[in-house]
């Protein structure tokens, strides 16, 4: 029999805690958490790694055809999750309590939430991408309750186009926020009020609109720069540069 709080992870949407805080009552730390069709998932463990398991923690109210398709959290206090029809929720991990977000601005129809990065517990963005770009956006919160779209057009702004992964230095004040599309990366030094292109180095994107293969970004907050790996032509291929944020990394940092 399978034990307690498996699940399947094929069709899950994963991701790590940034900088796990939150505790179950038995003292383990919330390292991950997870989201398949509208099922919500904890992964738990002791401090060395022990005992490590998946435990169910909701089950959000979707339309039909609806599923979570992006997912995460800060501290594990707060999870934040996206649907593929570009709505978000927070779940309360004090009381398992479900709350749909307020939109500030209003959110494209047929848009899908998928990637979520965080500055702090209730700083967070969420990339939205649709099939014809016309609703590809990015969603910002500082309170953790209301998202505001970065408005596209700012000098030096974001062009209308389809974001695929996001990534933040939260070490750094003002906050470091990487974005990356198909074939550039912005990059912002006040925690997304401004931003400026950082794709010196990188190719344009080699893969046809419907490859599977994502584009990546990881930001390093030891290393202080980002990374982003494009997989081209359905093979394993990978091209990497590195952008170096405004503060220096220190000399052992390098790995």
């Known amino acids: 029999a399978a034990p307690a709080g498996a699940f399947h992870l094929d069709l899950a949407v994963i991701e790590a805690v940034e900088l796990p805080s939150q505790q179950n009552s ?27 398991h998946w435990t169910p923690v909701g089950t959000l109210a979707t339309n039909g055809g609806e599923y979570i398709s992006g997912i995460g959290s800060f501290d594990g206090h707060r999870v934040f999750i996206g649907t593929s029809q570009g709505r978000l929720f927070r779940l309360d991990m004090s009381n398992l309590a479900i709350t749909p977000a307020t939109f500030a601005t209003a959110r494209f129809a047929d848009s899908k939430a998928h990637k979520f990065a965080f500055l702090g517990p209730t700083t967070a963005f969420v990339c939205m991408a649709n099939s014809t770009e016309s609703g590809a956006t990015v969603f910002r919160t500082t309170d953790g309750a209301t998202w505001s779209e970065i408005m596209h057009g700012f000098e030096p702004g974001l062009p209308r186009q389809n974001y695929y992964s996001i990534a933040t230095d939260w070490t750094t004040t003002p906050g470091q926020v990487f974005l990356a599309a198909d074939n550039e990366v912005f990059v912002s030094f006040d ?13 344009r994107r080699l893969i046809p609109p419907t490859c599977a293969w994502p ?41």
């Open 26 to 52: 038995f003292g383990q730390l919330l390292y991950a958490v997870a989201g398949r069709a509208e099922k919500l998932y904890a992964f738990y463990a002791d401090a060395n790694g022990a005992n490590c």
């Open 191 to 203: 925690a997304g009020a401004r931003w400026r292109t950082a794709s010196a180095g990188l190719p």
């Open 215 to 255: 584009t990546i970004l990881r930001a390093n907050a030891i290393c202080i720069s980002a990374r982003l790996a494009i997989r081209s032509g359905g093979r394993n291929s990978r091209t990497t540069a590195s952008i170096p944020s405004r503060r220096a990394a220190p000399p052992s940092a390098e790995t």
